[in-house]
Structure formats: C-alpha cells, structure tokens
C-alpha cells in the first residue's frame, strides 16, 4: 500500500497527497536561501507577508507537494521572484511606490497558489479537497487511493483568488482597498511595472 498518490496537473507539476499529519510549522524561509538579501527588504518593507505566507501554508497544508516539496515552498519561491524583480526594478525608472510593491508579492502569493492548485481533487471514496475546503487536503483524501481532478471553473478561480486576500490581516487588505490594488489582484490583473 502507498502512503501517497500522485495527480500530475500538467506535464511541470506533479502533486502528491501524503498521510495525515501536518504539526510542523512553516519552513519555506530556511528552504529558500537564494532569496535571503530580498526577504529581509521585504521584512522591513512589509513585515505582514511573512505572516500571510504562513496563514496560506496552515490553509493548504503540508500533505501536497510540487517538486517533492510542500506547494507552499514553491509558492514562497516564485513569490520571491517576482519581488526581487519589483525591488530591483529592471526598468530602471526609479523605486517603485511600496504600496505596488506589496500588492506585487500579495499577488504573486495568490497567483502562485492558485495557479498549483486550480483543481477539485477527489479520491476514489468520494472525498473531495480544493482551496475552498475548510481542511487540508492530507485531512481529507485518503493518501492510498487513486485521485481524480476537476478543474475550478473562472468563477471559482476568482473566488478562490478573493478567498486567499481574505486570509490577510483586515488591516492591510484596507491598505490595498484604499491604494486601488485590491480588485486587480482578485481578477488577477495587477500590472507588471518592472
């Protein structure tokens, strides 16, 4: 018997379910040491992110993995990216503003999660898990048996998407309210300005 099942996405992503059993706290940080010089910017710039990656690990779990490692730290990595490239802006017209700077790793966070996880899996005892459900997926599948995939519908990803902002403190959700930067990231139209 297996203590994971595999679902391939796509020919780049391969998903796995693993047994029950997630108590470990977030680790992308350690895992992700290309990225150190920027995660301390962002530590001074927008110290809430890192909170926010961890509120968006505890929703997702630690049982599915990308690239043999939890989704999360593949989120945290294209995040990270995509910020370093905000801050280093390759555009060279000057620093970009850091409330754009914080709606661009908002954003990539979003974009990142639900573009790995943009599916209703089930197993073959009718469970189903996506980023709607109230448990982690390695708390609802059962990791032995052969899982299908349903693809969330645009409505859904846009739903999803809203759902994943609303993990993020009231407080600086208000910031991107109030800095118009809230209703891109939710249809997933933020501007690259870099």
């Known amino acids: 018997m297996n ?15 693993q047994q029950h059993g997630f108590n470990r706290r977030f680790r992308a940080i350690r895992s992700l040491e290309k990225h150190h010089h920027y ?4 530590e001074i710039d927008w110290p809430c992110a890192k909170d926010y990656m961890e509120d968006i ?18 989120v945290v990595d294209k995040a990270m990216a995509e910020y370093a490239a905000a801050v280093q802006n390759v555009n060279d017209d000057g620093k970009l503003n850091n409330f754009y700077r ?8 979003i974009s990142s999660t639900v573009k ?14 996506n980023l709607f459900s109230e448990k982690t997926a390695c708390e609802v599948l059962e990791p032995d048996q052969r899982l299908s995939a349903t693809p969330l519908s645009p409505d859904q990803i ?3 998407r ?18 118009r930067y809230e209703e891109p990231i939710v249809a997933n139209a ?5």
């Open 3 to 17: 203590n994971f099942s595999y679902y391939t996405l796509n020919p780049e992503v391969n998903l796995i379910v």
């Open 39 to 42: 995660w301390n910017i962002l």
């Open 57 to 74: 690990y505890h929703t997702i779990g630690e049982g599915i993995l990308h690239q043999n490692r939890p989704v999360i730290w593949s």
């Open 102 to 109: 914080f709606a661009t790793i908002i954003n990539n966070i």
């Open 116 to 129: 790995l996880l943009d599916v209703t899996l089930s197993d073959t005892s009718g469970n189903a898990w």
């Open 158 to 160: 846009t739903d999803a």
């Open 162 to 179: 809203r759902l994943l902002l609303n993990l993020l403190h009231e407080r600086y959700r208000g910031i991107l309210t109030d800095t």
């Open 190 to 194: 933020l501007p690259i300005l870099y």
